[in-house]
């Protein structure tokens, strides 16, 4: 059974850090697109960071050099590193997988709630 859970979510002050992690169970994240979004009240979801066997990438700049995503393929894990955190990153973040070449194989994780405060 393909199993995503997020965690590392919380409330944070302007300014600051947090680490979330995408735990995967039931399949090998070494063969997939390993993706976090995020989804703000009353907005679309948006793509936050993707990583493959070949790198990650941050596609927005609004996001580039405050967020690192990573993948610990021997934990089975996927992080994302996000510092400089500001009041409209608040969202509720979800991991994706993606098959990499069966593409229809599409999981999503339940979500963690991200809350930049003062």
């Known amino acids: 059974q393909v199993q995503l859970v997020e965690s590392g979510g919380g409330l944070v002050q302007p300014g600051g850090s947090l680490r979330l992690s995408c735990a995967a169970s039931g399949f090998t994240i070494s063969s997939w697109k390993m993706a976090w979004y995020r989804q703000a009240p009353g907005k679309e979801r948006e793509l936050v960071a993707f990583i493959t066997n070949a790198g990650g990438n941050i596609p927005q700049d609004s996001m580039k050099g405050r967020f690192t995503i990573s993948r610990d393929n021997a934990k089975n894990t996927v992080y994302l590193q996000m510092n400089s955190l500001k009041p409209e990153d608040t969202a509720v973040y979800y991991c994706?997988?993606?098959?990499?070449?069966?593409?229809?194989?599409?999981?999503w994780g339940q979500g963690t709630q991200v809350t930049v405060s003062s």
């Open positions: 994706n997988a993606r098959h990499i070449v069966l593409n229809h194989l599409d999981y």
